[in-house]
Structure formats: C-alpha cells, structure tokens
C-alpha cells in the first residue's frame, strides 16, 4: 500500500508529511515554521526576507519563491550550489529537524511503517525545483528508517 504525500489530501498523514505542514523548528539557530518556508527563502539574498519567508506554511510559502530565478542558494550569508552536496546535507538536515523536533509529523512517519512513501506533486529534474521528489521521498524514507531503529520498531520487510 502507498501513501502518496499532498498538502490538499484529506488523509491525516498524507497531508501532514508535505513539507507545506505547518510545524515550528528550529533549524540551523533559526526558528522556521515549515520546510517550504526554508526551501523557498534560499531563493533569496536579503536575509530579512529570509526571515520572513521561513515564519511561513502551506500555500503562501510556497509562492513566496514561486517564479524567482535563482542560480545560487543562500541562507543567512552561506552561498551554496543547487547541486551540490552541501545542499544534500542541507536537505537532510532541514527534513530531519522538521520531523524530529514536530509530533505531528514524526508520529505521521513512523505510522508510515508499512507503507512506501510517494509524492506525485513536482518534478524530478534539479534544474527545475528545489525539491525534487526523489530528494523528498529519499531523505523521508532513511528518516524513517533511522527513527524505526531507534526504536526497534522496523518493520520485518526491512529487517
């Protein structure tokens, strides 16, 4: 069986692991409100609008970056690469504390469990997006592992 991951679904956990969720963390001494928020203010320069952009959920963050032409990414003063492994770091990190440190959504995960995860929504040409969603579906699926571990709760398709 699948979840496939949407902001508008009506299933619990479908909608709660969208990075659109709204969930308070603190990423990088920075307190954001949503993993859209982080990925659409490394569009950005001007730290005060990063700012602003990070304190946002659901469908205003993301058209806070929409249609803005980006080559390097920023956050508050640290130029990196689209496609570099600094923001594959980056990503992981920035998923790994929006899940960790929200209920919600780490509850939502590890119920996940016996299911594969999916996102229909975007692309999966870098070039593209800030997230694709191979990126999404990849660092979500070892989060989860690496949680399951902890707990000894890994299901036995996994073991």
């Known amino acids: 069986m699948k979840i496939n991951i949407d902001y508008r679904s009506n299933i619990h956990i479908e909608k709660v692991l969208s990075n659109l969720q709204p969930c308070k963390f603190l990423f990088l001494d920075q307190y954001c409100n949503s993993v859209e928020g982080v990925l659409q203010s490394l569009k950005f320069n001007d730290i005060d609008k990063q700012k602003s952009i990070i304190k946002l959920s659901g469908f205003p963050a993301k058209q806070a970056g929409k249609n803005i032409p980006y080559s390097m990414l920023n956050w508050f003063g640290l130029q990196f690469n689209r496609h570099s ?75």
């Open 85 to 159: 492994q600094i923001y594959q770091d980056f990503l992981n990190e920035l998923l790994y504390c929006s899940i960790s440190q929200c209920e919600i959504r780490k509850n939502a995960l590890l119920c996940s469990k016996d299911f594969v995860l999916k996102h229909d929504l975007g692309c999966d040409d870098a070039s593209k997006t800030i997230l694709t969603r191979t990126e999404f579906i990849t660092n979500l699926n070892e989060i989860r592992f690496n949680l399951l571990k902890e707990q000894e709760q890994l299901p036995d398709w996994l073991t």
